[in-house]
């Protein structure tokens, strides 16, 4: 098993920055997609961004230009990196693990085995 805890929430005004973390338990082994997700209240979980063993990114439309993700794989932490965020922004942030699988231009919450509890993200204007 794989337990993942996130990181770096918190309350900032919109064109701010801020950095998410998802430390895992261990080092996950062979091919794997990490990924980031949020929701809102009522809302559904949308994928934002994710990266695979070999490095390979993709990122939703919405994270384009201001989001990158990263990886410390010798420290096992997952990283998004957000910056000129604005009130839409604001979500419960999810990291979340797909074992055996690379990089998809898309992610779906169904599709990852391995979540963390979430970080609250909140933007002001």
């Known amino acids: 098993q794989v337990q993942l805890l996130e990181s770096g929430g918190g309350s900032v005004r919109a064109g701010g920055s801020l950095r998410l973390s998802c430390t895992t338990s261990?080092?996950?082994?062979?091919?794997?997609?990490l990924a980031w997700f949020r929701q809102v209240p009522g809302g559904k979980r949308e994928g934002v961004a994710a990266?695979?063993?070999?490095?390979?990114?993709s990122y939703a439309d919405s994270a384009k230009g201001r989001f990158t993700i990263s990886q410390d794989i010798a420290a096992n932490i997952l990283y998004l990196d957000m910056n000129n965020l604005t009130p839409e922004d604001a979500a419960m942030y999810f990291c979340?693990?797909?074992?055996?699988?690379?990089?998809?231009?898309?992610?779906?919450?169904?599709?990852?085995?391995?979540w963390g509890q979430g970080t609250q993200v909140t933007v002001s204007s």
């Open positions: 261990r080092r996950i082994r062979g091919d794997y997609e």
């Open positions: 979340a693990v797909r074992p055996g699988a690379s990089c998809r231009a898309r992610q779906y919450p169904s599709d990852f085995v391995f």
């Open positions: 990266i695979d063993a070999e490095g390979t990114i």
